[in-house]
């Protein structure tokens, strides 16, 4: 294969105040190979990427493509230089179709018309393998498609050297297998292809090479047949790190939450729960899988009290004395008063969770401000409580009076899952509560919530790395589209078996028990 | 390849954020914003007015501070702003943008006169001006309470709403003087009942109260589980619902305190100074109190600082129109151009720009 450069990046910086982003980051980029991008979140990886996209200008260093040192001030003079990113957060207008989207800020000279367009887009998508409809309307598709028309958009603009963010991040298994057939195809055709990811399988089933950043620095670039993952893992942590999730057998299982029937509409009128029925137990760990958007979020504000739903019960079995209570259409403070020590820690940690701009010791003042008849607020206990987290979690922070924002996403999550562990809780719901962690970060968390199930408490785990749902949980639900799919052990369960049930619909629910063997079913 | 081999021309700089940086620092940056603001107003005074730099300085500062009298005006003015700056401070805290104290303020004042208006010869003092503080209250209170009930039921927008409110209260305070002067002449003479007492000098006793509620309002908006409550609320709605912080009561019951300060400003106004009322008691007060608390970053105690150079640059900058006769637009001028600085500084706070380190150095060709 003729191996000429694509593009390469010269010792290239960039600084956000006095933290470096990237530091003398070297780089090059061959055609028709797939690059992986690796990293730990926050070393690095999406900034250097942005500045090949022309969303961020290096502050020092140089980009050349095909040899040519060129400046990229923007996307647009990104795509003129063939390069286009995908971004993991769509934008996409939802009312316009694929064809639409594609074409829109395309300024070719030539005449608009849209009937060229889906032909055009039609014979893109049929030479690398895509199935989209061009006239389809972006708002009736599933994430999947979306990230399709991004991709498109992108290759419609002559791009040669292509950008995806975590693009796998969205997908289920078998969605993520499509794409990758889709890329490996591009890359036959020459485009090259750089992929950020975490994920150390995808890296190994996909590129021809590997790049390792760690702290904005380059590490290493490594063929990727000659590297394992746990090699990989030691560049990228820059230790050896043990990846193992203890399991132990839940212990004095009783129900502690039972969700009977619950539906919910949003504000739209749209079915974002329907009819969702599981039992919650005490000294388990429940794991609930979905493709994001699926109704996570909103079944576990309705059982924090934040939202209310239609129809349905949520039975909370007190421990203390027995009683059972319906905890929905109560408000928060309603079921604290009711005795139910119900801790959550939501999926948007800054806004919801914390207060970013208040302190540590603000921030747990949160769940205790109320207490005592007093109409001064007692900063003392939460200070205590401020300086034992972050003693024993070992927050790293220069001191308890630091505005939370400031801290890094790890150290934000142990603030939070400290605070909602504290009120020493009998149902603990935690949503995906290690999104942007580094990896030691996420072993902390899923060490805490195990310590957690081991004193008893009923566990409910929303997360997205079906990897860890598998090891971590003793159940596993998934969700579909607002409907509970399926309810699996997690000792006896495979990651495609729950991928399978992620995009199951109702229909396909009551049609096929049996519908293993389709991975390519375009089910919409 | 269609690459186009054209560079994109190359700024010397670019703009990027910067690191927070410590207190002092930042501080400094707004001073030296202010001195090169007022460098700049005397090298404009000189062309203008052709007075020397320094004369235009001395001049200012003599106009705030040169004598006693100027001295107490100086007090007396920055504690009315301080009064009304206090009572907008609560509703931004919450992110609340309440721009209607202008009206809460007068709707105060005209309570309170109508209060003396109607009770002044039946009741003995000392009854009198309680009625008249309480009424003051109550109807600031129910001007400032009336958009936040609306925003809290059906969201309304409030900059809009408490706007409007200010024309409305301007509407009232024409009809009632037109009301209450017989001939019509919608002037009302100064009443001679519900002066507050004059202990040490007239203005002291405003000044204190107001020094006092700064006080109050520091420790209401620091130590209370109130205070806490619209801290949360401002920073984030989501937080304060997973809570369980009924944000429509603490969005009611902020304004209701917010309004109910400006009607104490307007009880002050009516008491201590002006004892009568018109359309333009309040003289725009309302809108400048918006920029001393932000100014201020919604600090009570900061704010006694931003209050008093706001009304030192009026009325400094007012002594120059006279001592060089001027038009009355010069203050408006010097003030501008100092505001225009100090918001300026804030990006150089905020961001910085980084210059490239090496520009280039010829075509490198493989």
């Known amino acids: 294969m003729n191996k000429s450069v694509a593009l390469e990046i010269n010792n290239v910086s960039k600084y956000f105040g006095s933290l470096a982003a990237n530091k003398n980051v070297d780089l090059t980029v061959y055609r028709g190979e797939i690059l992986a991008i690796l990293g730990e979140n926050g070393c690095g990886k999406t900034t250097l990427m942005n500045m090949i996209a ?25 795509f003129r230089h063939g390069i286009g990113m995908i971004h993991q957060h769509f934008k996409l207008v939802d009312i316009f179709t694929a064809a639409e989207n594609i074409v829109l800020g395309v300024n070719d000279g030539k005449a608009y018309s849209i009937k060229e367009v889906n032909r055009r887009v039609a014979e893109i998508a049929d030479k690398y393998g895509f199935h989209i409809d061009p006239k389809k309307k972006i708002y ?28 796998s991040a969205v997908l289920t298994p078998q969605e993520t297998d499509k794409l990758f057939d889709v890329l490996r195809r591009m890359r036959e055709d020459g485009k090259s292809i750089l992929i950020i990811t975490h994920k150390l399988h995808e890296v190994l089933s996909i590129s021809d090479r590997v790049t390792v950043l760690r702290k904005g ?32 057998q839940p212990q004095n299982v009783c129900d502690r939450l039972e969700i009977k029937n619950l539906s919910m509409v949003d ?34 504000e309705s059982i924090a009290g934040l939202c209310h739903p239609i129809t349905g019960e949520i039975i909370y079995h007190n421990p203390k004395n027995g009683k059972t209570e319906d905890l929905r259409d109560k408000d928060p403070v309603a079921i604290r008063e009711l005795g139910v020590r119900l801790s959550f820690v939501p999926e948007d940690r800054l806004g919801m969770g914390l207060v970013g701009n208040m302190d540590i010791v603000d921030n747990m003042m949160l769940r205790s401000y109320r207490k005592g008849h007093s109409v001064f607020v007692d900063r003392k206990k939460p200070g205590d409580l401020a300086k034992k987290i972050v003693e024993e979690l070992e927050v790293s922070t220069p001191n308890t009076h630091t505005p939370v924002r400031r801290l890094s996403g790890g150290n934000v999550q142990k603030v939070l899952v400290g605070r909602e562990i504290a009120a020493s809780p009998t149902v603990l719901m935690a949503a995906y509560p290690v999104r942007g962690l580094d990896i030691n970060s996420s072993y902390t968390i899923y060490g ?24 971590l949980c003793d159940r596993i639900m998934v969700i579909c589209g607002g409907r509970v799919t399926g309810i699996l052990d997690g000792r006896n369960t495979t990651k495609e078996e729950i991928g399978l049930l992620m995009t199951k619909t109702a229909r396909d629910a009551e049609e096929t028990s049996t519908a293993k063997e389709s991975a390519d079913g375009e089910n919409v | ?70 001295l107490w005006k100086f007090a007396k003015d920055s504690s009315v702003l301080l009064c009304i700056s206090l009572a907008v401070t609560p509703a931004f805290r919450m992110r609340f943008w309440n721009i209607g104290a202008e009206g809460q303020t007068l709707i105060g004042a005209l309570a309170a006169v109508g209060v003396a208006f109607y009770l002044g010869n039946t009741i003995p003092n000392a009854l009198l001006l309680p009625l008249m503080l309480i009424a003051a209250i109550v109807v600031g209170a129910i001007w400032g309470g009336i958009p936040a009930i609306f925003k809290a039921k059906w969201g309304t927008n409030e900059t809009l709403f408490t706007l409007m409110m200010n024309y409305v209260a301007t509407g009232l305070v024409a009809y009632f003087l037109l009301l209450w002067t017989p001939s019509g002449s919608s002037v009302l003479g100064a009443l001679s009942v519900g002066h507050l007492p004059i202990l040490v000098h007239e203005y002291f006793l405003l000044i204190v109260i107001v020094l006092a509620l700064t006080a109050l309002a520091y420790i209401y908006l620091q130590y209370t589980k109130q205070g806490y409550e619209i801290s949360v609320v401002g920073e984030s709605e989501n937080t304060a619902r997973y809570i369980g912080i009924n944000v429509e009561k603490v969005l009611i019951r902020t304004m209701l305190i917010s309004g109910a300060i400006c009607g104490v400003a307007g009880f002050l106004i ?30 009570p105690l900061f704010m006694i600082g931003t209050s008093a150079f706001i009304t030192f640059l009026q009325q400094g900058s007012a002594q120059i129109t006279t001592n060089f006769n001027i038009d009355s637009a010069f203050p408006d001028m010097v003030i501008g151009i100092v505001l225009f600085f100090i918001i300026g500084c804030e990006f150089f706070i905020g961001y910085q720009l980084k210059f490239r380190e090496s520009t280039k150095k010829g075509e490198k060709v493989e």
């Open chain 1, 54 to 78: 022309g969303i961020y200008y290096p502050d020092s260093g140089t980009i050349s493509v095909d040899g040519q040192e060129v400046v990229i001030r923007s996307p647009k003079d990104a």
């Open chain 1, 140 to 167: 009736e598709m599933s994430v999947s498609e979306k990230q399709t028309v991004e991709i498109l958009k992108v290759l419609y603009r002559g791009a040669d050297i292509l950008i995806l963010d975590e693009p």
């Open chain 1, 217 to 248: 620095e380059h590490i290493a670039t490594v063929d990727t047949v000659s590297t394992t993952s746990a090699a990989l893992t030691e560049m990228m942590v820059g230790k050896k790190v043990e990846l193992n999730i203890e399991r132990p």
């Open chain 1, 267 to 300: 504000a739209e009128g749209v079915k974002v729960l329907d009819d969702i029925s599981f039992t919650a137990r005490s000294g388990e760990i429940l794991g609930i899988a979905g493709i994001a958007g699926s109704g996570q979020k909103e079944l576990l």
């Open chain 1, 448 to 471: 805490l919530l195990t310590k957690q199930k081991e004193k008893g408490v009923s566990v409910i785990f929303v997360g997205e790395d079906l990897d860890v749902l598998v090891e």
């Open chain 2, 1 to 70: 390849m269609k690459m186009s081999k054209t560079h994109t021309s190359e700024l010397p700089f670019h703009v990027v954020k910067r690191e927070p940086m410590p207190f002092w620092k930042s501080m400094g940056i707004r001073v030296a914003a202010v001195v090169i603001a007022l460098l700049l107003c005397s090298i404009l005074a000189v062309f203008m007015i052709k007075a020397n730099p320094l004369e235009f300085l001395t001049t200012m500062v003599d106009g705030a501070f040169g004598s006693a009298r100027r």
């Open chain 2, 270 to 299: 009516v008491g201590a100074l002006d004892h009568s009322v018109t359309t333009t008691t309040v003289g725009g007060l309302g809108f400048t109190a918006i920029m001393v608390s932000w100014l201020a970053k919604f600090n």
